[in-house]
T-cell receptor, first 112, second 117 residues
Framework: DGGITQSPKYLFRKEGQNVTLSCEQN?????MYWYRQDPGQGLRLIYY???????QKGDIAEGYSVSREKKESFPLTVTSAQKNPTAFYLC???????????FGDGTRLSIL | AQTVTQSQPEMSVQEAETVTLSCTYD???????LFWYKQPPSRQMILVIR??????QNATENRFSVNFQKAAKSFSLKISDSQLGDAAMYFC??????????????FGTGTSLTVIP
């Protein structure tokens, strides 16, 4: 079955450390997205990519970085510049037209 | 700016009753898509229902239906015969058909639905 795989499910970051969240899709979708979700809140867009080797900042890109070297993969790095990284992170993809976004199961990031 | 507003942070419904969640959006576009997603405690985002703006007929998926009022920019979700498994956070989302900002989706802040046995 096609879908989006996010890993790991849980991740802990030490102070001053960069961590990378993985997102892989086998839906053959061009567009991919990263969202941050804080407790009881909605989804805030961090970065999105419409095509390989291209990506755009979303509303809260500071302290995060991404790459899109392959169509299937869109990893998110949470850098040490992100002072409040504790949140739930969702990756999504979109295949165009009337289709909805498809979401992974998320990664919960916590500070040690 | 394109914004989606869900004015009810929390709602509750008695099991087997009907509940309506509200959503309004702000746009100058005439062609767009609207979606309702459900996020249960597992945190999975599950598509509930979707609507194309050019279609006047309201979408229906089993116990879930929408009331789409284009002029009022309103897209409410009605859940009939509520079940315990309907308890979740519900998000309304909007995507313009044509945009110069890429294929962005705009989400509301969500409504937390409690189902009372």
């Amino acid at each position: 079955d096609g879908g989006i795989t996010q890993s790991p499910k849980y991740l802990f970051r030490k102070e001053g450390q960069n961590v990378t969240l993985s997102c892989e899709q086998n839906l053959n979708h061009d567009a991919m997205y990263w969202y941050r979700q804080d407790p009881g809140q909605g989804l805030r867009l961090i970065y999105y990519s419409q095509i390989v080797n291209d990506f755009q900042k979303g509303d809260i890109a500071e302290g995060y970085s991404v790459s899109r070297e392959k169509k299937e993969s869109f990893p998110l790095t949470v850098t040490s510049a992100q002072k409040n990284p504790t949140a739930f992170y969702l990756c999504a993809s979109y295949g165009g037209g009337y289709q909805p976004q498809h979401f992974g199961d998320g990664t919960r990031l916590s500070i040690l | 700016a394109q914004t989606v507003t869900q004015s009810q942070p929390e709602m509750s419904v008695q099991e087997a009753e009907t509940v309506t969640l509200s959503c309004t959006y702000d746009t100058s576009e005439s062609d767009y898509y609207l979606f309702w997603y459900k996020q249960p405690p597992s945190r999975q985002m599950i598509l509930v229902i979707r609507q194309e703006a050019y279609k006047q007929q309201n979408a229906t998926e089993n116990r879930f239906s929408v009331n789409f009022q284009k002029a009022a920019k309103s897209f409410s979700l009605k859940i009939s015969d509520s079940q315990l498994g309907d308890a979740a956070m519900y998000f309304c989302a909007y995507r313009p058909l044509y945009t110069n900002t890429g294929n962005q989706f705009y989400f509301g802040t969500g409504t937390s639905l409690t189902v009372i046995p």
